[in-house]
Structure formats: structure tokens, C-alpha cells
């Protein structure tokens, strides 16, 4: 079955009862409502404003990994990386999983001391992550300026997929399984009317049900103020750039922490990355595209790869990132509102995390083992100070 005959048409009738409302068509809500129907879950009904990549689900640079600061995210990553390898044969779509790497380059001293101690929690995880020499470096891409860092980590198992057929996947096995999404349809207001006892309204009508799950990636915190809830998330326009194709030549996913510079090359041999520029970030969704971040990315793409300077680039656009105060994702109930159900602030790490949250998240809401995120990653931290932050975030 090619690509496109796994998009589902857009279920055309709202229903007046459901179980689960889930709010946004990106990966993160089609992902629970997969993985919530597979465990037999029905009435669940997936409701996206716009069409199911219009997100940042459908505009990332599609990097898996597990080099992470934090056991929480090591261990997750390295689960989710396994749904990612088995995802083909599960929902019988390719997803182009690469597994060539993640190279980061190490600029400082400063930085390699911090970088040797997340490789030694990395290897007590059993990730094969190793820090090498720039010599050693070289060896992997030859093509890198040799005096642009003192050293770099490189895990062979990290790797990239391509985004799209994530969410078709998820989207055509939930609508399989009886889950209805519904596109070109937006939330405008939600009621709670007691506990696990809501009245979604919607473009094209209202819908009661027990419980809602915001999945609204950079607009989730406007989903939450619909209820009363102050989230401390932020939208932040984050710009990524694809080139012509090149003869393949670049194996690992290429990044500098200390710019936010990241690229890897496709399957089609474009160069396609990003790299964080600042921006208003007035808590309004940008999606704008700018001078400004092709002459950054460029800069320092070059530093980093000075071959690549007379590389065309034929496009550039902008997805948002839904930025949390520590850098880890906000899951669970808050406490003033049972029932409704928060999986946001995912940075720009939240693609890689979607397959093992969607997954935890439908054991939980079906009465199975709550997975240690779930304590971790409250909204109460920021209340009570228990926030530990991740460090190696791309932006
Ligand atoms: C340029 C870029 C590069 C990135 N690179 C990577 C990467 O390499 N690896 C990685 O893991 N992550 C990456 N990310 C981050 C990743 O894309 C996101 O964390 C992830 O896609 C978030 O998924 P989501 O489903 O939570 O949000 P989204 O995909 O944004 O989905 C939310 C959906 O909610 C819908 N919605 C909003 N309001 C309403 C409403 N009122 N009614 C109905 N629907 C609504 C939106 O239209 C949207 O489709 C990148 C992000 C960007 C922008």
C-alpha cells in the first residue's frame, strides 16, 4: 500500500458522546489514540484544526537519539528507537529509519567535562556512546573543518526517519481500529462540568466526554486557558532548511550543541538542517521564514562544513517548538481538573519521544503501570521546585 492510500479521510460527522477527545493531529495525539485503541479503547475522537503535518509533526528534522543528560530521557529513547525499528512491520508503513548516528562537536573543555560525564551515564545505560578525537571524528566525516572542536561523542545506534509516514501510520491503524479524526476542525471552547465530565466545542459542532487529552504541541497552552490552566510552555519558531541533493556522503546526524547548529543528509541527499535563532516568543504561534536565519545557518554550517559552500539551498521553513522551563515534557492531570490530561512541551525533541510516551500513556489512562515519567514530568514541578533540567537540547 503506497503512502498516500494510508492518509484516512477526515471522519465527516461529529459524534455529540465520546470517551476521548484528543486535541491536535500531530504525532503525539495520533500516537496515544493508536496506542489507546489498540489496548480496545473506542469513542475516541481526534480533533485537528488544520490537516494531520501541519504541525510541527509535519515540518521536523526527523533526529532520533539516545544521547541525553538524564536517565529518564536515555532510557526512554533507547525504547523508543525500538517501537521506531519495528514500527514498519507493526503499521506496515516505512518510515526510513537510518540509523547513522548523531555526531556532536565539542567546542570547549568546559564543554567536553560535561559532555564525558553524560557519556558515562549514557554507557551505564548500555547506549555505546564514545567520545572521540577530532582525529577520530574525521574518520567519520572527512569532510569536517578539523580545527572547528576539541572533540566530538558520537552513538552509531542514533539515527533519522522521515516524519511523514509517522503520522499516516499512526493515523490510518487508529482509523482501522475505529478511532475517528477529524481535520479542518478546530477547538474553540471546552467546559468542564465536573469531574471526568466535559464539554468540548468544536468549528463544526460539541462534543460531552470523560476525558480530554490536550495534545496541542505550541498551542497547547491556549488549549489549557480554554479550562482556567496556566501552562508554563511557550510556542518558539524554530527554521530548518532543506538543500538540492548531493551524492549520499554523510552518514551520522552532524550537531553543535553550544549553536544549536544540527544537519543530517535525507534519503533524496539534500542537506537538511537547523539551527536556533532568537525570537519575540509573545506566546503566539510564528511561522514565518527569515533572512536572518539563513545567514546564521549558513555561518555556521560552513564553519563546520566549509565544503558546502557553493550547495544551493531550494527551500526553508518554520515549525513551532513547544518550550518547557526545564526542557522535559508536561504529562498527566493537573490537579484542578480531572480528567483532562496534558502531553506537551516536548522542545524539539518531541517526534523521538512520541512513539514511547503514546505507548505509556495508553497503559496508564487503561489501568496499567505508570511509568516513572509520569511522576517526573508533572506540572506541579514548577510549582514545587522539583524540576531536574536536561541539558542536551538541540535549541
Ligand atoms: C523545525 C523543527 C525541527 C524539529 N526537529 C526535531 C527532531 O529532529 N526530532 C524530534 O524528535 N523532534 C523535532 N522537532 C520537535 C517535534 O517536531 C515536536 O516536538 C513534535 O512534532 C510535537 O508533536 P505534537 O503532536 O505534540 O505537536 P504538533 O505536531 O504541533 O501537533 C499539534 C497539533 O494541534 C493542532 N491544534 C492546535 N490548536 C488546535 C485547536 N484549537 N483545535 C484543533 N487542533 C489544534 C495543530 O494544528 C497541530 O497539528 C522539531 C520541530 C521543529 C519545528
Known sequence: MSAKEKMPAS????????????????????????????????????IEQEYLTSG?????????????????????????????????????INVWLRQGGYLFLIRSQEELGRMEQTVALQNRCGVPTRILTPQE????????????????????????????????????AASELGVHIHTYTKVTAIEARGPHSFVVTTSKGAIRCERVINCAGAWSPAIAKLLGIELPNHPHRHEILATESLKPFLNP???????????SQSMRGEIVGGITVPDVDDGQVHLGSRLRFLEMMSAELLSVMPCLSQVRVLRQWAGPYDVSPDGLPILGEPDAVPGFYLACGFVGHGFMMAPVIARHYAELLCGGPRHPVFDRC???????????????IIG
Open 11 to 46: 471522519a465527516d460527522r461529529l459524534a455529540t458522546e465520546a470517551e476521548t477527545v484528543i486535541v491536535g493531529g500531530g504525532i503525539m495525539g495520533l500516537g496515544i489514540a493508536y496506542e489507546l485503541a489498540k489496548r480496545g479503547r473506542s469513542d475516541i475522537h481526534v
Open 56 to 92: 510541527a509533526s509535519g515540518r521536523n528534522g526527523g533526529g532520533v537519539r539516545m544521547q541525553w543528560s538524564t536517565e529518564l530521557n536515555i532510557r526512554l529513547m533507547q525504547e523508543s528507537i525500538e517501537i521506531c525499528r519495528n514500527f514498519a512491520s507493526e503499521l506496515g
Open 137 to 172: 571524528a574525521l574518520r567519520i566525516v572527512p569532510e569536517l573543518h578539523p580545527k572547528g572542536f576539541v572533540a566530538a561523542c558520537y552513538n552509531p545506534r542514533d539515527g533519522v526517519v522521515f516524519p511523514w509516514p509517522f503520522l499516516w501510520g499512526y493515523a490510518h
Open 253 to 263: 546526524l552532524v550537531s553543535v550543541l553550544s549553536s544549536g547548529l544540527y544537519f
Open 378 to 392: 508533572r506540572l506541579s514541578r514548577f510549582q514545587n521546585g522539583t524540576s531536574e533540567k536536561e541539558v542536551m
